[in-house]
Nanobody, 126 residues
């Protein structure tokens, strides 16, 4: 059974850092591209970052470039999202999702991502 489980969310002050983890089971992680998405209350879901499988190519939304870093550890079947210099507007539920091999040009729309985790809440507030 394909399963993705996010962890690492929480409450952090502006300027702080968090590292989210996405643990995969039931499929071969190194054959999959993994994306991070977020959804704030009353807003649409946004693509945050994506990492392709074999090439390890990475993609970021403009709003997080230079602050967030996506990485993967295929041996541990995990993908991480290191979030630095957090802002109140980063507050959202963060989801990881999987699709075959590459992120694709429209990854940020969630296209092709067939498996999703349950989400982890990130709150940035003083």
């Amino acid at each position: 059974q394909v399963q993705l489980v996010e962890s690492g969310g929480g409450l952090v002050q502006p300027g702080g850092s968090l590292r989210l983890s996405c643990a995969a089971s039931g499929f071969i992680l190194d054959h999959s591209a993994i994306g991070w998405f977020r959804q704030a209350p009353g807003k649409e879901r946004d693509g945050v970052s994506c990492i392709s499988s074999s090439s390890g190519s990475t993609y970021y939304a403009d709003s997080v470039k230079g602050r967030f870093t996506i990485s993967r550890d295929n041996a541990k079947n995990k993908v991480y999202l290191q979030m630095n210099s957090l802002k109140p507007e980063d507050t959202a539920v963060y989801y990881c999702a999987a699709r075959n091999y590459v992120c694709g040009l429209t990854w940020y729309r969630g296209n092709g991502f067939g498996s999703w985790g349950q989400g982890t809440q990130v709150t940035v507030s003083s």
